[in-house]
């Protein structure tokens, strides 16, 4: 069961803009409790989802955006040349 849990959690913060925008979205949510006029831990789980869902988005962004650069050509080694 743990290990579920551990490969559902490291796939969904596999990408380093996913884990930054959940980080912040969490402080901005613990550090402005006047927001929502709720709970700091409350806000705090509310905006690292909105950050996990803005990472997200970032990270398909990018990962489009460079799918079609050039890529590499296959050379074959000759040996000795």
Same mark, same amino acid.
């Given at each position: 069961?743990?290990?579920?849990?551990?490969?559902?959690?490291?796939?969904?913060?596999?990408?380093?803009?996913?884990?930054?925008?959940?980080?912040?979205?969490?402080?901005? #949510? +613990?550090?402005?409790?006047? /927001?929502?006029?709720?709970?700091?831990?409350? &806000? !705090?789980?509310?905006? #690292? +989802?909105?950050?996990?869902? /803005?990472?997200?988005?970032?990270?398909?962004? &990018? !990962?489009?955006?460079?799918?079609?650069?050039?890529?590499?050509?296959?050379?074959?080694?000759?040996?000795?040349?």
């Amino acid at each position: 069961m743990i290990r579920h849990l551990l490969v559902l959690v490291m796939t969904l913060f596999q990408d380093n803009y996913v884990r930054v925008g959940t980080l912040v979205g969490a402080l901005a #949510g +613990f550090w402005s409790p006047e /927001i929502l006029h709720g709970e700091p831990a409350t &806000n !705090a789980f509310i905006f #690292g +989802f909105i950050g996990w869902g /803005i990472g997200a988005y970032l990270a398909n962004y &990018n !990962a489009e955006k460079t799918q079609y650069k050039q890529k590499k050509k296959f050379r074959v080694f000759q040996g000795g040349r």
